[in-house]
T-cell receptor, first 115, second 111 residues
Framework: NAGVMQNPRHLVRRRGQEARLRCSPVKGHSHVYWYRQLPEEGLKFMVYLQKENIIDESGMPKERFSAEFPKEGPSILRIQQVVRGDSAAYFC?????????????FGPGTRLTVL | SQQGEEDPQALSIQEGENATMNCSYKTSINNLQWYRQNSGRGLVHLILIRSNEREKHSGRLRVTLDTSKKSSSLLITASRAADTASYFCATDARGAQKLVFGQGTRLTINP
């Protein structure tokens, strides 16, 4: 009964490179959320997706960041041309969805370091 | 200030004592949840309390919710060293699916 899987757990990129973060939700969950956590801070919502649809991307930076949750395969958070300020822990969560928000199950996170 | 603010920011107590953390929020909510995060790790869900509930228990955890004051408290009784972690409250506003997290309370249990 696997929980939310994220990979890689640690990712190092140089400025200007691309970062691709993957998230496999709990089996049967159709809702995926991405959050970013800066050191010593709480999590900040980035984007909420259902299969093949972006539902709420109000927390996504306008440029360089994109997310997808295809019909098959994991959800991907993509950061193009990374800058040092992108260094953070990125967490994915999933839920079964429904009329109201329920418990979200979090993955272990991907810690991105931009050199 | 942001939705879901915890206080205190840091709390250090002796093992065996009770720890109380508070959370305030601004908008109407459906649910309020508490999560624990060990240093450098992911979040572990502790408890969810719905807006029509006032108190909930789970093992050594007790959560209260006062919607008139827009506040919640998390009580950990008989603390243990393993309770050392950061604790976050998270709310979901009505009509929104996303969770809004506070800055967290860093709890240290001294043996």
């Amino acid at each position: 009964n696997a929980g939310v899987m994220q990979n890689p757990r640690h990712l190092v990129r140089r400025r200007g490179q691309e970062a691709r973060l993957r998230c496999s939700p709990v089996k049967g969950h159709s809702h995926v959320y991405w959050y970013r956590q800066l050191p010593e801070e709480g999590l900040k919502f980035m984007v909420y997706l259902q299969k093949e649809n972006i539902i709420d991307e109000s927390g996504m930076p306008k440029e360089r960041f994109s997310a997808e949750f295809p019909k098959e395969g994991p959800s991907i958070l993509r950061i193009q041309q990374v800058v040092r300020g992108d260094s953070a822990a990125y967490f994915c969560a999933s839920s079964p969805g429904g009329a109201s928000v329920r418990e979200q199950f979090f993955g272990p996170g991907t810690r991105l370091t931009v050199l | 200030s942001q939705q879901g603010e915890e206080d205190p920011q840091a709390l250090s107590i002796q093992e065996g004592e009770n720890a109380t953390m508070n959370c305030s929020y601004k908008t109407s909510i459906n649910n309020l949840q508490w999560y624990r995060q060990n240093s450098g790790r992911g979040l572990v869900h502790l408890i969810l309390i719905r807006s029509n509930e006032r108190e909930k228990h789970s093992g050594r955890l007790r959560v209260t919710l006062d919607t008139s004051k827009k506040s919640s408290s998390l009580l950990i009784t008989a603390s243990r060293a393993a309770d050392t972690a950061s604790y976050f409250c998270a709310t979901d506003a009505r009509g929104a699916q996303k969770l809004v997290f506070g800055q967290g309370t860093r709890l240290t249990i001294n043996p």
